[in-house]
Every structure is written in C-alpha cells, then in structure tokens.
C-alpha cells in the first residue's frame, strides 16, 4: 500500500514497532473502508481535498480570536465546499453526499467544526427525507450547489428533549396562504443550531402548527431568514450567536427568534403530512413519528462517526506510546516504551476493538436503515419502531463509550496528552456533545426501553419477536444462564442479562401498579432499571452483531489478518464480560474461577496483540492532515512537534510581554 511517506525520518521505536507487525496492513485498511475498491476511492478523494493545501493555518485554530475563529473556518469552509460541489461529489456520487470518507477529509481543515457542517449534515438530509417531488426540485438542487446554506432549528431555550413542548408556532392563514411564525416566549427563542448564528441564510424550523383554529403538533417549515446579497435578517428575524461552549468554537451555533414572520404555504415540508389551501390540515397516511426521521437519520451515522473518532484518538495515544519511553523496571535497564505496560494496553487496545465493533455494527445498522426506508416507500411502517429502538440506544451507547474511550486515550498520553495540539482536548470535546445532541443519553435508552418492555410482554403472551429482540423469546423463562466458557457462550450471557434487566423492569413496573400507583409514576420509579436494560441490551446487541459480522467479513481474508481480527473480537467480549461481572453473577452460573480464568485469558492477550498495536492503529490510514497531532503522527517527532507548536504560541511572539511592565513591575515594586 502506497503510504505517504514522511518527510523526516521516522522515531526507532516506532519504526520497530512496524517491524514486528504480523499481518498485512493493507489488507486490514480494506475491510475497515468496506473493500480495496472503497480505498482506492477514499484516498482518491483524500489527495483531492489534502493536496489542496487550503487546510494550513498559519496560525493554529486554537490560538485566534473567537472572530478570528469562525472567519478562518468560514474561509476554510467555502474552499472545502467548492471542492466537495466540484470535485469530490463526482467521484463518490451526488447520493453520497454524506459519505464517511467526505466527512473524514473535513477533518484535514478543521480541527474543531465547520461553520456549515449541519448545512450537509442535517439541512440538505431534512430536504431529502421530508420534501414533496416539487419541493425537493425546488430546494435541493440549490442547497446542494451551495447557492443557499441552511440550518435546522429545532431545539429551543426551554425545550430540546421534549420535541412535542415546542412553543413556536405556525399559524395558517387560508386568505393569503401563509404561515405566520413566531416566538411567543422567552423560552420559545430557536437554541443550539449549528451554523444559524451567522452563516445561513436559510433554516429548517419545527413549530406547532395551528390551522382552522386547532393545534396539530410540530411540522417542519423551510424558512429564509436573511437576504442572500447582503446577508442581513429579514425583517421579523432577530438571530445571533449564542455564545462560547465546551467544544464547537469555530462554529457559530445559533439562536433565532420570529416575530410574525410570514411564509407561504408552501414552505411546509409536506412529504408526509399537508395543509390543503383552504386550510384543511391531512396527517400522515402512514405514522405519527415521520416529521423525526431527520434525527433517526443522524443518529444511524453517527455510530460510524464514533468509530472514526475513537481511531484517530487510539492512533494518537498508540504511536505515542510507542515513543515515550517512563520509568525503570529494573536497575540499570532502559526505560520500558509505556506501550509495554499492561494497564497502558488495557487502557488502548479496547480502543482499538471498539472502533472496529462501532464501524460492523455502524454498516449493519446502515443496511437494516435502507431496508426500513425501503418497506416505508411500498407503505409499510411495520419496521420502524424496531430501527428506532436501535438506532436510539446504539446512538446513546456508542456515543457514551466513544467518550470514555478518548478520554483513556487523553489519560494515556499524560502531561501532553493535555495539550490541545495533541488535538486529544478536541476529540473529546466533539464527541462529548454527541453524547447530548440529536437526543440525550438518558432519554434515548428510556425510548428503547419504552420498545423492550412491550417486547417482553409479546414473548410472554408466546408471539414471536422480531429479529434484534428475538433472544427474548428464547430466554424469557430462564432462570440463571449456566456459564459457558466461549465466545458464543458470553454473547449469550449478554442476551440473558438483558432479558433478566428487562423482565425485573416488567416486574417493578406490575408490583408498584399493583400497590395503587398509576402507570405513569409506576414506570417513572423504574426508569434508573429501565436505562440499565436497554444498556444491556445495546450491549448484547453490539457483542453479537461485532461477532458475527467480524466472522463475514474476515472469511476469505488470510490467516493473519483473521486471526488478528478474531483476537479483537475476542478482546471485546472479554473486556465486557469482566467490565460486567456483577451482571453476570447474578444472571448466570459463573464461578470466581471462571471470572479468574476470564481475566487470566484477557491478560494474555493483550500480550499477544501488543506487537500488531501499532500495525493495527496504522491500518486505520489516517493521515497526519487528519489526524493533526503532535503526539500521533506517523513519524512519531513528538517532542520536534511538541517545541514547534510552543513556538506558534502568540505568547512567544515577543521576549517580554507588555503585562510586565502595565502591572507585574508596578506589584514588585510596591507601586501598583
Ligand atoms: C462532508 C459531510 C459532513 C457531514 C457530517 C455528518 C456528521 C453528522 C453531524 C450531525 C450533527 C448534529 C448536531 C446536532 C443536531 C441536533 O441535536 S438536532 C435536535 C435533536 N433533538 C433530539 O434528538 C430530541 C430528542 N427527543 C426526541 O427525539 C423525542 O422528543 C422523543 C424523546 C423521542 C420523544 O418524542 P415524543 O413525540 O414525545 O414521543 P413519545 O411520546 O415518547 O413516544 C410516542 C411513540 O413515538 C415513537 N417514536 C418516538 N420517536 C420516534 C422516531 N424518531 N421514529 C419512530 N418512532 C418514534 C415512540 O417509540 C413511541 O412509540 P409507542 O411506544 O407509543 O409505540
Ligand atoms: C454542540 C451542540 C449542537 C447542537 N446542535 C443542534 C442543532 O443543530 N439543532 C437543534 O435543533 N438542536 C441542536 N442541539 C440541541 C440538542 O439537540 C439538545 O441539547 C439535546 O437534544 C438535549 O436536549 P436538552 O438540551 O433540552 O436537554 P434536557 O432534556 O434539558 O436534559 C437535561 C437533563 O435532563 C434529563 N432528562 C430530560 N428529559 C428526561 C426524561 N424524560 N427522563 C429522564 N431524564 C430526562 C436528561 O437526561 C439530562 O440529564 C445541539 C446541542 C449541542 C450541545
């Protein structure tokens, strides 16, 4: 495999490291990308948008103005869009515009966020999922070509989770065929919408929508909301930017406000459900939930989006490791590379497994996605309430342990892992969000939750279920699960361990209605055990699909790149297994020496995957443009990256900063 080759030469321990690997790299780069074609493609289009050279900063993002900032990422932005309008799109196809490969060459130019990243990210997929044939000729094309750039506001000050508290509303007007938007609370103020702040001109809005005097429930709307020559807001808008934040500093997240704004009637999006001219108000033939599928869009994506994220950090903190080099084992020995401690193995290799877990199951979840939008085209809905049950806790939980992931990795690398050049501090604040947007944690896997107990109570009554809960079929009267001491024999207990959480919460939830609670309170006392099962069942979810999967997809690969592939697996089921014994006491026969044996079996194979580490994080094939990291590139300079970017700092512009003399002198001296 071609690899750009590195202009200096590369750290001895690294290039060591290289040397002990035992498999072919390449071959691992293929399946991660989905075959050697989809490589070939993807680095096609990484030369296009890397050798542009437009993604050098002179001086680093992190180190401008809040101004500075969002100018430079505007900059980049319209360099990068022009090249994806022109360039990239043709290469993968105008249907791809949300390929994961596109996304990853974003991160050549932004270490933190494109200003008009929710424009392809949400705006353009809300288009596409939620417009007439007419409306989608009319907007599409334009937001494609970036002749328009839009948002989506849909989160307001007082309100993001609870979708149906939205207070902006939408009331109709037969006489003039309008819309008439507006704010009429503090709380209803559009919050949150990457991108609104400043950069678009257009956005999508969910608002309740009034006609013939009556409240139908939130519709969405498209709106144009500042004049596309001068860019300033129409009369009727007030819109700004809502301040600095944890992560998302180049972007300009936005609020809005509408004071009796008028739009015509047809700027709802009335894919699904329609106001007729006169005012009639038509639902949707086929589900109550269709205005949502934006979200269940993103949330399906953004279990690949972990799995990116969670390489580039596992790269950074892998290679580091490889270079750094702390503490004597024994006298007069040369200090051991940290990568060589089995807590610094224990701390990255799960990285390592996990994103390969995350980037199966994100392609499974994708598949399952297309058939579902293909059974709602022929008009059945009958699949929906399962994808969303998935896509809700796989989103919640890939999200959760992506964060905790990175934040290992950032642990991994000490002192400088806290560098913001390590770009560790980036990762982590970007993906930390993730875990909030497009629906929380909590509120996820209580959706999921919602989808079990039904489940449950539908294997109880003896129907079968659909496949990703059909385990509760099988499992809905066992009592404990006897241990088995393989692979499959640890998925199952997964499976048993959900099926117990969720039959507890089925239980809990009849107990207290039985003592006189209503149901609403009776499932709200339950909701800390009704989380905890739909965790376990994500859990169960992602050890079987990982597994079986890995095993497709390595089946006519060569016997190393199986057998290091099968190690990560199993790596994974170990790690889950041990992280999880408290479940498994109480749910299966396990013994102490069984769990022993178990933690036995993970040590040694950390052991044996440590020569593949840095092979194995090199398959990823990200790219230092990528990657933008003092500690993670693939010529391991660390501490040459590490005194280069000190010196970028503004603060060493000069010997002596003017403060000295305005107030340090003044103190020493006792004048101040
Ligand atoms: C170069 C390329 C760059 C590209 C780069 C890409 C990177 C990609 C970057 C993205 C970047 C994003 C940046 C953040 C963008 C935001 O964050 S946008 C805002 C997102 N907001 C949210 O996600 C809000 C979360 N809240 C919700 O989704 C809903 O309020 C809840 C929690 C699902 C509850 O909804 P509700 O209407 O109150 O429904 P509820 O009464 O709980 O349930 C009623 C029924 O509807 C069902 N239901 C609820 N929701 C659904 C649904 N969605 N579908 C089907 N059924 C549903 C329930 O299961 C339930 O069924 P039953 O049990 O009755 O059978
Ligand atoms: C960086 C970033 C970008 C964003 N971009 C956009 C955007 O482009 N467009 C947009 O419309 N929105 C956007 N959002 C908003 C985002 O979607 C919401 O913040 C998110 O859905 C969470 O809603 P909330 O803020 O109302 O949290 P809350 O619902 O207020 O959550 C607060 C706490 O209450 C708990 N809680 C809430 N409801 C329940 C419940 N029913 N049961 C148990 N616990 C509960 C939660 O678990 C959480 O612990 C963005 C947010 C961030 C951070």
Redesign the pocket.
Same mark, same amino acid.
């Given at each position: 495999m071609k690899i750009n080759k590195p202009k200096h030469d590369v750290n001895p321990d690294l290039a060591k490291e290289r040397l002990k690997c035992n498999f072919n790299i390449e071959e691992v780069t293929n399946i991660i990308d989905g075959g050697k074609d989809k490589t070939v493609q993807r680095k096609k289009i990484e030369d296009i948008a890397l050798n542009n050279g437009a993604s050098l900063d002179e001086v680093p993002e992190e180190c401008l103005s809040i101004k500075e900032r969002y100018e430079n990422a505007v900059r980049k932005s319209c360099v990068y869009g022009n090249l994806?309008r022109n360039e990239m799109l043709e290469i993968t196809g105008i249907e791809n515009?949300?390929s994961p490969v596109?996304?990853r060459t974003?991160d050549a130019f932004f270490k933190d966020i494109s200003p008009f990243? $929710?424009h392809?990210?949400?705006f353009v997929p809300t288009l596409i999922g939620q417009c007439t044939p007419e409306q989608t000729a009319e907007w599409l094309p334009k937001a494609l070509d970036m002749q328009i750039i839009g948002a !989506?506001a @849909?989160?307001e000050l007082g309100h993001?989770?609870? &979708?149906?508290g939205l207070e902006t509303t939408a009331t109709y007007n037969p006489e003039k065929e309008e819309f008439v938007l507006h704010s009429p609370t503090i709380t209803s103020y559009k919050w949150?919408a990457?991108g609104l702040g400043k950069t678009a001109n257009h956005c999508v809005v969910m608002a309740q929508l009034y006609t013939q005097g009556k409240c139908h429930g939130t519709h969405l709307f498209i709106v144009k909301i500042r004049d596309l020559d001068t860019h300033m807001p129409l009369p009727g808008i007030t819109v700004g930017e809502i301040g600095p934040r944890m992560g998302f500093s180049s972007a300009d997240n936005g609020f809005l406000r509408f004071d009796h704004f008028r739009i015509p009637r047809e700027n709802m999006l009335m894919k699904h459900a329609k106001v007729e001219k006169d005012g009639v108000y038509v639902k949707s033939a086929k /589900?109550?939930?269709l205005t !949502?599928g934006t979200?269940?869009f &993103?949330r399906v994506? $953004?279990v690949s *989006?972990m799995s990116f994220n969670i390489s580039k950090a596992a790269t950074i903190a892998i290679r580091y490791s490889a270079v750094r080099r702390q503490t004597e084992l024994r006298p007069n020995e040369p200090e051991p590379q940290i990568l060589d401690y089995p807590t610094q193995q224990h701390k990255l290799f799960i990285c390592i497994a996990t994103a390969h877990a995350f980037q199966l199951t994100s392609c499974w979840l994708w598949n399952t996605f297309q058939a579902v939008l293909a059974d709602m085209k022929k008009g059945n809905v009958d699949t $929906?309430?399962e994808l /969303?049950a998935l896509s809700s806790c796989l989103k919640a939980v890939s999200t959760s342990d992506a964060l905790s992931h990175i934040e290992q990795c950032r642990f991994a690398c000490g002192g400088h892992g806290y560098m913001l050049s390590s770009n560790l501090p980036f990762i982590y604040s970007f993906v930390a969000a993730t875990r909030t !947007? *497009?629906?929380?944690y909590t509120?996820l896997l209580l @959706?999921t939750a919602?989808?079990l107990v039904?489940a449950s109570e539908q294997a109880e009554a003896g129907k079968k279920l659909t496949q990703t809960v059909s385990y509760l079929n099988r499992t809905a009267n066992a009592d404990r699960l006897n241990w088995d001491n393989t692979h499959e024999g640890i998925i199952k207990s997964f499976q048993v361990i959900a099926a117990g959480k969720i039959g507890q919460c089925v239980k809990s939830i009849r107990d207290r209605t039985a003592s006189g609670m209503d149901y609403e309170d009776a499932w709200l006392m339950t909701t800390v055990q009704l989380v905890g099962a739909a965790e376990a069942h994500c859990r169960a979810v992602l050890l079987n699909t990982y597994w079986s999967e890995m095993r497709k997809i390595t089946e006519a690969s060569s016997a190393d790149v199986k057998k290091v592939m099968h190690q990560l697996a199993v790596l994974y089921l170990m790690y889950w297994a041990l992280e999880k014994t408290g479940d498994l006491l109480k749910y299966s026969s396990v013994s102490k020496k069984d769990l022993d044996e178990l933690q036995r079996r993970y040590e040694e194979l950390l052991a044996e995957l440590r020569p593949n580490a840095v092979g194995l994080v090199d398959a990823f094939d990200l790219r230092d443009e990528i990657l933008h990291s003092s500690l993670g590139s693939y010529d391991g300079r660390v501490y040459e990256r590490l005194i280069e970017e000190a010196h970028k700092s503004p603060l060493n512009d000069e010997p002596v900063n003017q403060s000295f003399h305005k107030y340090t002198k003044p103190l020493m001296l006792g004048k101040l």
């Open positions: 994806v515009f949300e596109l996304r974003a990243m $929710l392809l990210g949400m !989506y @849909q989160t993001g989770t609870f &979708i149906r949150w990457g /589900h109550g939930k !949502y979200m269940v &993103i994506t $953004l *989006e $929906l309430p /969303h !947007y *497009e629906g929380d509120v @959706q919602r989808f039904k």
